[in-house]
């Protein structure tokens, strides 16, 4: 899959086509002259947006959830089975993408600004890092996942089985 982002977009469309093997594709593009969410001034830093898909203390009621304060919540969604989640240190989720094996995991996502994005993503830990992340029903958005080279460590415990972070907290 091939993701477009550009750097000067107003707002961000999302297509629905028919990729290989009738598999369905979400594109982006920018669409000019079209206003920015309702609130903002297009052409402005606060004016742009990004959907964030969380999965750990991101979350409403988590400790990382004041960077985000304020902003939209779209709804809970849960990803495409195509992830592992791990729990590193047992201070944090990981989301790890497999080919084979996975599970749909549960979070919330939300339409972040940029400044709140930004704060978000300088209290996140070294071992993950900001991705594309497919949620269940096809679309797409930002979310944070294990860093290449963590998993190969093993030092993360899985805890897939859980469905999502707030289910392993209650559990443990």
Known sequence: M????????IRIV?????????????????R????????????TEGGKRA?????????????AHRHIAGAPLIGERR???????????DEFPALYPVRDGGRAILG??????MPQLRDLLAS???ELELSIVELENGDLAFGMVLRRGEHE?????DITGHGGWRAYRDAT
């Open 2 to 9: 091939t993701f477009l982002i550009m750097k000067y977009s």
């Open 14 to 30: 999302r297509e629905t086509a028919r990729g290989e093997a009738g598999r369905r594709v979400v594109r982006t593009r920018a």
């Open 32 to 43: 000019h002259g079209h206003p920015g969410p309702p609130g903002t001034e297009a052409g």
């Open 51 to 63: 959907l964030m898909f969380l999965n750990g203390d991101g979350m409403r009621g988590g400790r």
């Open 79 to 89: 990803t495409a089975p195509r992830y592992r989640f791990c729990s590193v240190r």
């Open 108 to 113: 919330e996502l939300y339409d972040v600004p």
């Open 124 to 126: 996140e830990p070294p």
């Open 153 to 157: 460590r093993g030092a993360h415990k």
